[in-house]
T-cell receptor, first 116, second 112 residues
Framework: AQTVTQSQPEMSVQEAETVTLSCTYD???????LFWYKQPPSRQMILVIR??????QNATENRFSVNFQKAAKSFSLKISDSQLGDAAMYFC?????????????FGKGTKLSVKP | EPEVTQTPSHQVTQMGQEVILRCVPI?????FYWYRQILGQKVEFLVS????????KSEIFDDQFSVERPDGSNFTLKIRSTKLEDSAMYFC??????????FGPGTRLTVT
């Protein structure tokens, strides 16, 4: 069974600085998807960024980018120019590639605080 | 921008009562999901639904749970006889077929 591990329960960053959140996963599949979701205090789950395992290029969405290391099964999220609105829980998630019905498997999350 | 909606935002019920949580997925989406998140814990998959039937379900989704798409827009999760441990946030998600799932704002269920 696939698992997702986030080893940092909490992280803190100064406003305008850069922070990296770690995620590792375990799977025997060669094709899959990886995601980062943001959960602010409202508890809404917001899709931040996704990566297809077959793509070598790291995904980027504005200030958010990932460092995908397939051999190491590592998928970290880098937030540049951190803003107060980035404060939230961040969940790493995995999904098998086959079919469109695959469910997401989440890590336990990292609580990010942004200091003004 | 279209979004997934869920009602109610907060439901309080007594142990043993039945509850129905409602979701309206994004209109052109075909795949629907329910997840739950016990306070302070990770989000866990409950069930996926496609073409008017369950595609996959987790161990959590036992006989107390059922899902239904009663019309062309709503997607419901029913818990027949609630237990204290059912207290959690319940999230509905949907996708048109792509890998990214779009989540609703959640329903907070409190069982007393």
């Amino acid at each position: 069974a696939q698992t997702v591990t986030q080893s940092q329960p909490e992280m803190s960053v100064q406003e305008a600085e850069t922070v990296t959140l770690s995620c590792t996963y375990d799977t025997s599949e060669s094709d899959y998807y990886l995601f980062w979701y943001k959960q602010p205090p409202s508890r809404q789950m917001i899709l931040v960024i996704r990566q297809e395992a077959y793509k070598q290029q790291n995904a980027t969405e504005n200030r958010f980018s990932v460092n995908f290391q397939k051999a190491a099964k590592s998928f970290s999220l880098k937030i540049s120019d951190s803003q107060l609105g980035d404060a939230a829980m961040y969940f790493c998630a995995y999904r098998n590639y086959g079919g469109s019905q695959g469910n997401l498997i989440f890590g336990k999350g990292t609580k990010l605080s942004v200091k003004p | 921008e279209p979004e997934v909606t869920q009602t109610p935002s907060h439901q309080v019920t007594q142990m043993g009562q039945e509850v129905i949580l409602r979701c309206v997925p994004i209109s052109n989406h075909l795949y629907f999901y329910w997840y739950r998140q016990i306070l302070g814990q990770k989000v866990e998959f409950l069930v996926s639904f496609y073409n008017n039937e369950i595609s996959e379900k987790s161990e959590i989704f036992d006989d107390q749970f059922s899902v239904e798409r009663p019309d062309g827009s709503n997607f419901t999760l029913k818990i027949r006889s609630t237990k204290l441990e059912d207290s959690a946030m319940y999230f509905c998600a949907s996708t048109a077929g792509g890998p990214g799932q779009y989540f609703g704002p959640g329903t907070r269920l409190t069982v007393t």
